[in-house]
């Protein structure tokens, strides 16, 4: 049986890890942080300042100001901080992340990324921080579906989307596979 996202979460999880500063993506990537084990020191970042997110709010403990760089409700860890935009992206300019999980529409087997437009009429282009994260980060892992909804690979020879970053995906993790 295919992981759930849940579960590809939880097998990358498994791969962090203690001391490691982290930013997560939109989508399956912000659910790693509600399967770091609690005994396991991960420190998340988002580029919208936070440095210290928790995993997900429990229901009827969401606080509404409290939210990542996708807009998604998050809790803070023991000892989380806020920092300026600015300082948030010196961060992962500088290359003070250890570790950065994206989703994908595809990845090259040469380790090409492209994780921001597809083309298609019906999406708006939107690559906000990856661009950055995949030139910063120390590392760079992907965690997607291993095939479109339609059944086309999402793993291929050459991307045929737009590019974030070159050569930059050291690890995939899908619902079949870890490559």
């Known amino acids: 049986m295919p992981f759930t996202r849940d579960q590809m979460?939880?097998?990358?999880?498994a791969d962090v890890p203690e001391g490691w500063c982290v930013n997560l993506g939109i989508g399956i990537p912000t659910l790693v942080a509600n399967h770091v084990p609690a005994e396991r020191?991960?420190?998340?970042?988002?580029?919208n300042g936070v440095i210290g997110m928790g995993p997900a709010?429990?229901?009827?403990?969401e606080d509404p100001w409290l939210i990542n760089a996708g807009k998604q409700l998050i809790t803070?860890?023991?000892g989380a901080s806020f920092v300026g935009h600015a300082d948030s992206f010196?961060?992962?300019?500088g290359g003070h992340i250890d570790l950065c999980v994206l989703g994908a529409f595809e990845v090259a087997e040469?380790?090409?990324l492209a994780n921001w437009?597809?083309?298609?009429?019906?999406t708006a282009p939107a690559v906000g921080g990856a661009m950055d994260l995949a030139a910063g980060a120390k590392r760079v892992w992907v965690v997607m579906e291993h095939t479109t909804k339609d059944g086309r690979p999402k793993l291929v020879e050459k991307c045929t989307y737009p590019l974030t970053g070159l050569r930059c995906i050291r690890r995939v993790y899908t619902n079949l596979a870890v490559i």
């Open 90 to 93: 010196a961060m992962i300019r």
């Open 41 to 47: 020191e991960v420190i998340f970042q988002s580029e």
């Open 117 to 122: 437009a597809t083309g298609e009429n019906d």
């Open 76 to 78: 803070l860890a023991k």
């Open 9 to 13: 979460a939880a097998r990358l999880a």
């Open 110 to 112: 040469n380790g090409d």
């Open 57 to 61: 709010p429990q229901k009827g403990q």
